[in-house]
């Protein structure tokens, strides 16, 4: 089965754009950590990334949506990539330390910020700006 022309070219601009996301977020390990002196240390060591990663991930499976059409809802999304999240730190909790080493209960909400606020920019805000990343009504694979 061969894709839809105008889907993989989708797929080639939502990947741009996750791309772009990923990158600052990757980046900002660099600068945050325990030497991380700037504004809000607690707030940027302990969660800051435990809402980015998961906001950057969802935007992986965003350029699959227009090639899978199972994964255009954002809940298809959302519900792995937290659930990556939730078991990382379930495995911290029971001491395996798995991107980390300290349960924290709050990360489960971090990372459910996270998601959501992935999909609401998924599916309210680059609708609007960026033409081509809502899925066109006739477009199949």
């Known amino acids: 089965m061969k ?7 989708r797929s080639h601009q939502k990947s741009l754009i996750a791309v772009s996301i990923m990158v600052p977020v990757a980046l900002l390990h660099f600068v945050t950590g325990p030497a991380y002196k700037g504004p809000y240390p607690e707030f940027v060591n302990g969660y800051l990334l435990d809402i ?4 950057a991930f969802y935007f992986l ?20 990539v937290f659930a990556v999240g939730f078991s990382v730190e379930v495995a911290q909790f029971y001491g ?8 924290d209960p709050l990360d489960f909400v971090m990372y459910g910020m996270g998601v ?13 700006i960026l033409g081509f990343w809502a899925p066109k ?4 694979t």
């Open 61 to 80: 499976l965003c350029p699959q949506d227009a090639i899978f059409p199972f994964l255009r809802p954002w809940f298809a999304k959302a519900l792995p």
């Open 52 to 55: 980015l990663i998961p906001f």
């Open 116 to 128: 959501i606020l992935a999909a609401i920019l998924d599916t309210k805000v680059l609708p609007r």
């Open 96 to 103: 395996a330390p798995i991107f980390g080493q300290t349960f």
């Open 3 to 9: 894709a839809n022309p105008e889907a993989v070219k």
């Open 137 to 140: 009504v006739n477009e199949s």
